[in-house]
């Protein structure tokens, strides 16, 4: 059998037969790691792979095994933890009907530590009796692992002495969850590259959902629509939490978007009568230290203004390059090209602006508000950079927060509303002027509730 080394072509190919894909960065791990499984099961052609795959289960799951990285552990990313137990469930609870249970879904679970580290949260609180977890991965493999509850060392490296003595029996070197706990989580199997979450299938309802790391391995296509279909999912004031690798999903879908120290929290918007100040319920956003970041120098933009060449197509080049790698999922390579490229072309609005919504994304608040702040200094009608720093800002100064709300409403008013806004193509004026409107509100009604 003669091998040619891995094929960046069937790695796609393999890929979306799976319901999985790749950025450009990580195609060739991939095509590498499935050359490995052909190896390994003595498979000499692409073809027959492809051929195999979807027929054969334990084939389909040792490529999914192979392509995925299964790095989990208890309590993985600490901060949306503590942002779950000091903000989210206590909100839930302050809205929960009496008697009626807290729905939690955890997307991409793996080997099941995710939903039982929120098992544990909710016990420590005292709440797991009136909670429901469910939870769901692309790998059989690994919902067999979660359903045993079996664990090594290293998968409780986040988790103290104390949790492991109260919620594990310790026996040679190995950790297994109390059967109480394992009780407390229905596991099923889901591919959101193929499969749709929707209503329809039992999975609406839920007050929170955890989908981290997985939005990364989809295409931007399956993103919109696996946006649009999480945000259906959620309950009226639920609240979605992703990952900090995985791409945004403010232009997807209509969800209110909150800046806050673990990252970026997203929920589907409370009907008028049963809405409280959401503004209020989300941590802080920690206050920008030291000197602020500056604008662009007025000599430089002076110098560079009198320079009429080709550099805006050369700008424009370069920001469809930078929009790319944000669409894979990689914003903070995104911001680093964003920032490069601004010290070329300093008066390039476009760039600033992605460096803004890859900070953002990538949680880089106070870098966030400086980039979208310089957009606002070389051109104050655009209504998508006064937009998202009005989000950015909302927290920790809401009258800033309120100018540039009403600057991008103003800006969207004066615009027909099926007009696409520039700089955010995927979005209508009228559909921005909305957003806008609804974050005025509730910045007004929060300011309202301190003034009382």
Known sequence: MTRHGPSLELAEQVAGRVGLSFSASRKETVASAIDRVMVRRGIGEGRLLLDRLGSDEDLTEDVISAVTVAETHFFRGPEQFELIRQTILPELLRRRPERSPLRIWSVGCATGEEPYSLAILCEEEGLLDGVRIDAADISRRALAAAKAGDYGEWALRNTGPRLRQRYFTSCEGRFRLNEQLRRQVDFAHLNLGTDAPAPEKRLSDFDLILCRNVLVYLEASAVRRIARQLLDCLSDGGWLLTAPTDPPLWKYAPFETSITPAGIVYRRIMAP????????????????????????????????????????????????????RFDLGEPREAARLAARAIERHPLSAELHFLEGVSRMASGETDAAKAALRRVAYLDGKLAAAQFLLGVCLKDSDPRAALRALENALSSCLSR?????????????????????????????QHLGSEAG
């Open 273 to 324: 009568d049963t809405r409280k100040s959401s503004t209020a319920c989300v941590a802080p956003v920690q206050r920008q230290t030291g000197n602020p970041v500056a604008g662009v120098p007025l000599a430089r933009a002076r110098a560079a203004a009198s320079r009429k060449t080709t550099g805006d197509d050369t700008a424009k080049a370069i920001a469809r390059q930078i929009r790319s």
């Open 416 to 444: 027909s509303p099926r007009e696409h806004v520039e700089l955010m193509p995927e979005a209508t004026a009228g559909h921005l002027a909305q957003r806008a409107r609804r974050e005025i509100a509730t910045i007004r």
